[in-house]
């Protein structure tokens, strides 16, 4: 039996997610939360396969009367990044289980927030979603680094990451991500980052800076930490990874996924997109083409979405899901490091978040 959920934020992005809904088997929509109901009934009406037929009517302006009038047990955010917080909190605080879209808070204390609030239901899933860890080529990756299959030990890698986003959404209206200090790490970065933590958990040392860019056609006005950044991620076993990335560039020649090697003690990795080779003494032993990001990222959230059911019923990769908070706790040690210009420990911010 599907799982009876509630989906929040029905145009833009979030329409893409109500498709992926529909396309799973693992979780069925029961109603739809947005501040724009009109808006959110014509993009229903949009939507293709077994759409429930009177979805379009079973939109509200708030989880809490959505949740008052359907039965449901989950509860997907995709509005705005700056609602996140209030919607997270009222979600768990209705017993729903909870998968908000990265980022899942714009700062310290409402990450805080969050946590206090499922301290209070630690038997509900809290998952910070992200879609680029789902897709066949991701999958590949990750078994190469934590497999017996793949390069063993981890010394170093690297990720590279660059793309031209224009950020204006109307004549005078910008992306959260153009305003909201430190958003590049929390909104760009952590899609490739979040591959990184899902293989190798967290570093144990991070060191970052993020760009200064200016760029009137992409919404980029030099809000600090909203364009690009580099940072060197430190391993417990001494092992580096190296990133740099921008989504303000004068091109986009890499797509989302980042470009990526790894160096290990039994083979190395060499990833381009949905392209992975393995390498192990001077041959190459492995050589695949997967499909990498899927149009609209809609087959990337549909496993998602059924990844979630999964946990949910048969307890399959629940505390992996769950530890997708680490991924804002990575993007967040890179902003205090760039903010400090100082070294810091992942750990030791991590237990203060989780305090
Ligand atoms: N690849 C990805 O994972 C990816 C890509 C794009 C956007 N996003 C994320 O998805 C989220 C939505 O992005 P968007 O550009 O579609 O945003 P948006 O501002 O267009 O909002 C999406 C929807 O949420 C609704 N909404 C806004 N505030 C609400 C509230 N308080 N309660 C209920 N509904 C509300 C809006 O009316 C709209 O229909 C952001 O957090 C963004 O970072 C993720």
Request: aromatic share 8%; hydrophobic share 40%.
């Amino acid at each position: 039996m599907p799982i009876p959920t509630i989906h929040v934020g029905c145009r833009h992005f979030g329409h893409g997610r109500l498709q992926a809904l529909v396309n799973c088997k693992g979780l069925e929509p029961v109603a739809c939360v947005d501040i724009d109901v009109e808006g959110s009934r014509v993009a229903i009406g949009t939507l293709t396969g077994d759409v429930p037929a009177d979805l379009a009517d079973r939109v509200y302006t708030s989880i809490t009367e959505a949740r008052q009038r359907h039965e449901a047990s989950v509860c997907l955010i995709f509005a705005s990044t700056t609602a996140h917080e209030a919607l997270v909190v009222e979600s768990l605080g209705l017993g729903m289980h909870t998968l908000c879209v990265k980022p899942i808070a714009c700062s310290q204390d409402e990450f805080r927030s969050m946590i206090a609030a499922h301290r209070k239901r630690p038997d509900l899933m809290l998952v910070q979603g992200q879609n680029k860890r789902w897709n066949p080529a991701a999958a590949k990756m990750r078994e190469w680094l934590r497999e017996e299959n793949g390069i063993g030990e981890m010394i170093g890698g690297e990720c590279r990451f660059w793309i031209r986003q224009n950020l204006w959404t109307g004549k005078d209206t910008r992306q959260p991500d153009a305003f909201v200090e430190g958003l590049y790490f929390h909104a760009g970065a952590s899609h490739q980052l979040d591959q990184l933590v899902a293989a190798k958990g967290l570093p144990a040392y991070v060191t970052a800076r993020v760009h200064k860019r200016e760029d009137v056609e992409l919404g980029q006005t030099g809000v600090w930490g909203t364009a690009g950044g580099n940072a060197l991620m430190e391993y417990a076993n001494g092992a580096c990874v190296s990133y740099a990335g921008t989504r303000a560039g004068h091109a986009n020649p890499f797509g989302w996924s980042g470009h990526w090697t790894f160096q290990g003690e039994r083979g190395d990795i060499r990833r381009d997109a949905g392209h992975l080779q393995l390498f192990r003494k001077d041959e190459c032993v492995e050589d695949v083409q997967l499909q990498d990001l899927h149009a609209g990222l809609i087959e990337d959230d549909r496993i998602q979405f059924d990844a979630l059911a999964d946990a949910i019923t048969t307890g399959k990769d629940r505390d992996w899901m769950g530890h997708s908070l680490d991924t804002w706790v990575l993007m967040e040690a890179l902003n205090a490091s760039a903010r400090t210009l100082e070294r810091v420990d992942v750990g030791a911010l991590r237990a203060s978040l989780f305090a």
